[in-house]
């Protein structure tokens, strides 16, 4: 019997523009476009991942493809990053001008948003969720219930919650002051290791991480994207208005 990583997997890694922001969504299915599925041939059901902060699909593959496998291949399971997050292909902009942009999609509300856009445009409205947030795409997940009470959530996972009082936290009152005023001291340096080969880059991953004994191959790759100045920054940001919340409204 092969085992699951020699098999054949239909997987489809695009970027897209959501709400004006550079988007990556990575899909497991043959499924790659909901919309334009025939009846017969569209599942009722879709699993999607709300990253955490760094919004980066890549970290979430070799789970996507073992829930994907686990249910037998019957449901598709996507992911989207946080916009800004991902580092585009050469070619593509970082933003796009868009017909309804909202205001700050690279901040905390405008992340909320963009979820929803993402769903409003890519996936029919009779279509089942199952949505799957971690860390702060729990809170993301929460909120997009909260605005949008119609959508077809059959069951919303959340691990590694966090979703109320985050400056309060022993780690918030640590981390806060640094996130907002401290966080333009990596800007020099990030901006230097921005040009360095992507050899030197994904050595420099390997060393940070080679205290953890189990290092996922999709992760480091992921791990680059943080390479690109815009990237890092954006990600600086979102941390930055994450103290911010305060408790998840009722």
Same mark, same amino acid.
């Given at each position: 019997?092969?085992?699951?990583?020699?098999?054949?997997? @239909?997987?489809?890694?695009?970027?897209?523009?959501?709400?004006?922001?550079?988007?990556?969504?990575?899909?497991?299915?043959?499924?790659?476009?909901?919309?334009?599925?025939?009846?017969?041939?569209?599942?009722?059901?879709?699993?999607?991942?709300?990253?955490?902060? @760094?919004?980066?699909?890549?970290? /979430?593959?070799?789970?996507?493809?073992?829930?994907?496998?686990?249910?037998?291949?019957? /449901?598709?399971?996507?992911?989207?990053?946080?916009?800004?997050?991902?580092? @585009?292909?050469?070619?593509?902009?970082?933003?796009?001008?868009?017909?309804?942009?909202?205001?700050?999609?690279?901040?905390?509300?405008?992340?909320?948003?963009?979820?929803?856009?993402?769903?409003?445009?890519?996936?029919?409205?009779?279509?089942?969720?199952?949505?799957?947030?971690?860390?702060?795409?729990?809170?993301?997940?929460?909120?997009?219930?909260?605005?949008?009470?119609?959508?077809?959530?059959?069951?919303?996972?959340?691990?590694?919650?966090?979703?109320?009082?985050?400056?309060?936290?022993?780690?918030?009152?640590?981390?806060?002051?640094?996130?907002?005023?401290?966080? /333009?001291?990596?800007?020099?340096?990030?901006?230097?290791?921005?040009?360095?080969?992507?050899?030197?880059?994904?050595?420099?991953?390997?060393?940070?991480?080679?205290?953890?004994?189990?290092?996922?191959?999709?992760?480091?790759?992921?791990?680059?994207?943080?390479?690109?100045?815009?990237?890092?920054?954006?990600?600086?940001?979102?941390?930055?208005?994450?103290?911010?919340?305060?408790?998840?409204?009722?």
């Amino acid at each position: 019997m092969r085992k699951m990583s020699e098999e054949y997997i @239909p997987t489809h890694d695009e970027f897209i523009y959501c709400l004006g922001a550079a988007t990556q969504v990575l899909k497991f299915g043959p499924w790659s476009d909901l919309q334009k599925s025939s009846d017969k041939g569209t599942p009722k059901l879709l699993f999607l991942i709300i990253p955490g902060n @760094p919004g980066v699909v890549g970290f /979430y593959k070799t789970f996507m493809q073992s829930l994907y496998c686990g249910f037998n291949r019957q /449901y598709p399971v996507w992911a989207i990053s946080h916009a800004g997050h991902c580092s @585009p292909p050469a070619g593509m902009d970082m933003t796009d001008e868009h017909d309804d942009p909202v205001e700050d999609v690279f901040g905390l509300n405008g992340q909320i948003e963009h979820k929803l856009f993402f769903l409003q445009q890519n996936v029919p409205a009779d279509t089942k969720l199952v949505l799957i947030g971690h860390s702060i795409g729990c809170y993301i997940i929460l909120e997009m219930m909260r605005r949008s009470p119609k959508l077809k959530v059959l069951k919303s996972i959340l691990l590694f919650p966090t979703i109320e009082r985050m400056a309060q936290s022993p780690q918030g009152k640590i981390m806060t002051p640094w996130l907002c005023s401290l966080r /333009y001291v990596v800007y020099m340096p990030l901006y230097l290791l921005s040009f360095l080969p992507e050899v030197m880059k994904t050595f420099l991953v390997k060393l940070a991480l080679h205290g953890i004994k189990s290092v996922d191959e999709t992760s480091m790759e992921a791990s680059l994207n943080l390479f690109r100045m815009e990237c890092a920054v954006i990600c600086l940001f979102s941390s930055q208005q994450m103290p911010c919340i305060w408790v998840v409204k009722k």
